[in-house]
């Protein structure tokens, strides 16, 4: 079987210690379990989610708005340009992950989570992280946003469980190879 591809999205910039403290252990435990980390390769919680990767050993590729590798953070193992801009190139994320995990975030995550949701991609939420990933839950109707049921949002509190969790949702969507949502 081949390595689950699980991006992480959340807020670029600078970044509160404790949104770093959780993206490297996101990042880490991915690692940990084999994973293939996914992000927009750059700065604030993909920095830290790639930093923790690479720490346990693990694969990181940046999905870059734009044509220059420099924009990509320093732990990134493949850096990938797109030469689009930040929307598009979220696009190319969402499609490139068997799921996501989201930690904070502003407007661009939100986004992101919308992206993953309406095109089928399973979403972990990190409660407590701050910033959009705090206020998804209110989002939510049994795990949708809304009633054409497209992805599957899930709730967790601790690092560890939203990496199970993005595993164990992303194992489930490559076997059912689910359809994807239609319309609207």
Not at 99 to 106: E, R, V
Not at 107 to 120: D, R, S, V
Not at 174 to 180: D, I, K, W, Y
Request: hydrophobic share 40%; net charge neutral.
């Amino acid at each position: 079987m081949r390595p689950m591809r699980i991006g992480v999205i959340g807020q670029a910039g600078i970044i509160p210690p404790e949104v770093e403290r959780l993206a490297v252990a996101v990042g880490r435990e991915i690692g940990r379990r084999g994973g293939i980390l996914l992000s927009g390769g750059r700065d604030g919680v993909m920095l830290a989610a790639s930093r923790g990767a690479r720490e346990a050993g693990g694969i990181t590729v940046g999905i870059l708005p734009g044509n220059s590798t420099a924009a990509g953070n320093p732990y990134l193992d493949v850096p990938i340009t797109t030469g689009l801009d930040f929307n598009y190139r979220s696009l190319v994320l969402v499609h490139s992950c068997d799921a996501l995990i989201m930690i904070g975030g502003k407007g661009g995550t939100l986004l992101e989570l919308t992206a993953a949701y309406k095109n089928g991609r399973p979403v972990v939420v990190l409660k407590g992280s701050g910033q959009w990933a705090d206020r998804a839950e209110e989002l939510l109707t049994d795990g949708c946003l809304d009633d054409r049921r497209c992805g599957e949002i899930r709730i967790a509190t601790t690092p560890e469980e939203a990496v199970a969790l993005a595993f164990s949702l992303a194992q489930e969507a490559c076997r059912q190879e689910a359809p994807f949502c239609k319309g609207g």
